[in-house]
């Protein structure tokens, strides 16, 4: 059963920075594709990050790049999201997800992930 488990959230005030990290088990984590999406209070899920399953492709959305940066360790069966120069906006609850079959390349869409965290809230204060 594949479980991905997040933390590293928490309240920060604009212009910090937090890393979040995201746990996986259950399956050769190193075969596939990860994502990080999130969800404002009212708003639909949008797209933050993804990584390769080799580690050396990723996206951003335009709102967090430059300031995010997704990494993962296969290794450790891990995958992060550092955060820096945090605004306002970006409060919300950010899960971890990854695709169904390996080997897949980054995907920006919610719906080529089949499997989800349960979330960690990001409260960013002005």
């Known amino acids: 059963q594949v479980q991905l488990v997040e933390s590293g959230g928490g309240l920060v005030q604009g212009g910090d920075s937090l890393r979040l990290s995201c746990a996986a088990s259950?399956?050769?984590?190193?075969?596939?594709?990860m994502g990080w999406f999130r969800q404002a209070p009212g708003k639909e899920r949008e797209f933050v990050a993804a990584?390769?399953?080799?580690?050396?492709?990723?996206d951003y959305a335009d709102s967090v790049k430059g300031r995010f940066t997704v990494s993962r360790d296969n290794a450790k069966n891990m995958v992060y999201l550092q955060m820096s120069s945090l605004r306002p906006e970006d409060t919300a609850v950010y899960y971890c997800?990854?695709?169904?079959?390996?080997?897949?390349?980054?995907?920006?869409?919610?719906?080529?992930?089949?499997?989800w965290g349960q979330g960690t809230q990001v409260t960013v204060s002005s």
């Open positions: 259950g399956r050769t984590f190193s075969k596939y594709t």
């Open positions: 990584i390769s399953w080799t580690g050396d492709s990723t």
């Open positions: 997800a990854t695709r169904l079959f390996p080997y897949g390349s980054v995907a920006l869409n919610g719906r080529d992930y089949a499997y």
